[in-house]
């Protein structure tokens, strides 16, 4: 037997990607409103207005993924039905998207947080998507006939 949405996603990793998120959002946080300052102002008219777009897009990434793995935390405590997460409002928000061109004229420090927040948000992703694959659901006396034999 198939049943959808019951893919359990393994509470380390939600504790280890939850942790990196939280990092990443302190590191963003300090970078883009005090240490990136000066890297800002520096930047011409159009850039900076790009800086300020980037550090959005960064704590919108970010706060998409936090919510995602909240809820996955809230599913594995027994405090949320695995099929209430299934629920577009539970899922994992839309991103927006970077252009690469754009990142050309960012400072290193701004391009590697504003990377980092990509690549985490796509590895949270496959993971979301994760959830929709049907996985097969062995009954009882067939996982106990299964290490019988294995034992054997």
Same mark, same amino acid.
């Given at each position: 037997?198939?049943?959808?949405?019951?893919?359990?996603?393994?509470?380390?990793?939600?504790?280890?990607?939850? +942790? @990196?998120?939280?990092?990443?959002?302190?590191?963003?946080?300090?970078? !883009?409103?005090?240490?990136?300052?000066?890297?800002?102002?520096?930047?011409?008219?159009?850039?900076?207005?790009? !800086?300020?777009?980037? =550090?959005?897009?960064?704590?919108?990434?970010?706060?998409?993924?936090?919510?995602?793995?909240?809820? /996955?935390?809230?599913?594995? %405590?027994?405090?949320?039905?695995?099929?209430?997460?299934?629920?577009?409002?539970? $899922?994992?928000?839309?991103?927006?998207?970077?252009? @690469?061109?754009?990142?050309?004229?960012?400072?290193? /420090?701004? +391009? %590697?947080?504003?990377?980092?927040?990509?690549?985490?948000?796509?590895? +949270?992703? $496959?993971?979301?998507?994760?959830?929709?694959?049907? +996985?097969?659901?062995? =009954?009882? %006396?067939?996982?106990?006939?299964?290490?019988?034999?294995?034992? !054997?």
């Amino acid at each position: 037997m198939k049943k959808q949405g019951a893919t359990t996603i393994h509470r380390k990793l939600i504790d280890t990607l939850y +942790v @990196e998120a939280m990092l990443l959002a302190d590191e963003a946080r300090a970078y !883009f409103d005090e240490l990136g300052r000066d890297e800002r102002e520096a930047l011409e008219a159009l850039n900076r207005v790009a !800086f300020s777009c980037e =550090s959005l897009k960064v704590t919108t990434r970010l706060m998409h993924i936090i919510a995602w793995l909240l809820t /996955q935390r809230a599913v594995d %405590a027994g405090e949320l039905m695995p099929h209430d997460a299934l629920s577009s409002s539970r $899922r994992l928000g839309d991103a927006p998207e970077t252009e @690469e061109a754009l990142l050309d004229a960012m400072p290193p /420090q701004a +391009v %590697a947080i504003i990377n980092t927040s990509i690549d985490l948000y796509r590895r +949270v992703a $496959r993971l979301d998507e994760s959830l929709d694959e049907p +996985v097969a659901i062995e =009954s009882p %006396a067939r996982s106990m006939m299964n290490r019988l034999a294995a034992a !054997f």
